[in-house]
């Protein structure tokens, strides 16, 4: 199990957010900031336990800290009411753009700890032998590539590579959901059809009028 001294020494100085609150003071009538301690961001909390962000969130899924909340492309995981309630994690919005993001508390961090490695282990068992296979064979692939691939792209490598799983099965390999998955696989059918269809189409014969003679 990953104690909360193990991972401690990993939260690096600075790493994310100082948050206070204010509360008014009745005896003095004046608002009084208290302070709520450093939080992190779902990105810092991956590097804290050496996880890809999608990774983590299959993990945090499994401990039913997160939640799948709006579907196709506006999907998000976002923690759950019971998190906040528990001062374990908190809903935000960027000021720039408006970006929903979550971050955790120190408390937050300690709870997900105490639970990484029984739930890691529980996610490790529920990806089947196929898909396992598939998810070593993609790591494997991505050590020679220079740059990451994108989820869409991970995808494909593996349809083209494992064309015998199912999309649950695609899902459980690459720690996406399976709604993504049909999606992008749908996208892909298409544009092979239509590849298809142009192929067919250039290869059709053309009728030579070089030889006809005007009556």
């Known amino acids: 199990m990953i104690t909360t001294a193990a991972i401690a020494p990993t939260i690096r100085p600075g790493m994310g957010m100082q948050y206070t609150s204010e509360i008014l003071d009745r005896k003095t009538g004046e608002m009084v900031s208290i302070d709520q301690g450093h939080w992190i961001t ?10 890809g962000r999608r990774q983590l ?4 899924h499994q401990m039913n800290f997160l939640q799948i909340e709006g579907s196709g492309r506006n999907a998000r995981n976002r923690i759950r009411d019971w998190v906040i309630a528990k001062g374990y994690g908190k809903r935000n919005k960027r000021k720039s753009d408006d970006m929903p993001f979550d971050v955790v508390s120190a408390e937050g961090v300690r709870w997900i700890a105490e639970r990484w490695e029984a ?7 529920k990806t089947s032998g196929p898909a396992k296979e598939a998810r070593e064979a993609l790591r494997e692939f991505q050590k020679c590539r220079s740059g990451p691939m994108c989820g869409k792209q991970e995808i494909h490598w593996v349809a083209d590579h494992f064309p015998h799983l199912t999309h649950d099965q695609m899902a459980q390999a690459l720690s ?3 709604q993504l998955v049909t999606r992008f696989m749908r996208i892909r059918s298409e544009q092979i059809a239509n590849a298809k269809a ?5 290869r059709e014969p053309t009728r030579d009028t070089s030889r006809c003679v005007a009556q």
């Open 42 to 51: 779902m990105e810092e909390l991956s590097e804290v336990f050496k996880i």
């Open 57 to 60: 969130a299959t993990v945090l």
């Open 176 to 178: 996406l959901s399976r």
């Open 198 to 202: 142009l192929r067919e189409r250039h």
């Open 119 to 125: 739930a890691k282990k529980a996610v490790e068992e």
